[in-house]
């Protein structure tokens, strides 16, 4: 049997992983553009930063989800499919919260249906990622050691 690394199987349960992740991430930015879309009156005849910052992300992530399975890593590990899916689940999230923000006093229904989104989507981030808490110590220690390992990578790529 060949070594697990070297496996075709790996890289397709990878793809596989990433393509969940990509899907998830389009139907997400897609409920919430659906209640932009829907919104009264028109939030995008506003100037309301919240609503440009929102927009921005969901702006962004047909290109996410695309590059997230069209150059999937050939290192990529199980920290870096959860590293992709907390993200992937945070762009939404953040823009569904903005969103509620912007509208919460123009449209009732619209930021009803949002912090509906909100709490479903943060309660499913905690229930998938159970958070805990990092002693500060280890916190520290974990910075230290990054901030090293940066240092000593552009030093090798500057000589």
């Known amino acids: 049997m060949a070594p697990w690394w070297t496996t075709r199987r790996r890289t397709r349960r990878l ?9 998830r991430l389009l139907r997400d930015a897609g409920e919430v553009r659906r209640v932009l ?5 028109r939030p995008g005849d506003t100037d309301d930063p919240l609503l440009r910052a929102a927009v921005w992300g969901l702006d962004l992530v047909p290109g ?3 590059d997230l399975v069209r150059t999937p890593p ?5 920290a870096y499919v959860g590293s992709v899916d907390a993200f ?10 903005m969103l509620r923000r912007a509208l919460s006093g123009t449209d009732a229904h619209a930021a009803a249906r949002l912090e509906h989104l909100v709490a479903l989507w943060s309660d499913a981030f905690a229930v998938h990622f159970r958070a805990r808490w990092v002693p500060v110590e280890h916190q520290v220690e974990h910075q230290s050691r990054t901030v090293v390992a940066a240092a000593l990578h552009a030093r090798e790529r500057a000589v």
């Open 15 to 23: 793809v596989a992983a990433l393509q969940v992740l990509a899907d």
């Open 37 to 41: 879309r829907d919104a009264r009156p």
């Open 64 to 66: 996410l989800a695309s």
């Open 74 to 78: 050939a290192d990529g590990t199980r």
């Open 88 to 97: 992937a689940r945070r762009v939404p999230l953040r823009a569904a919260a």
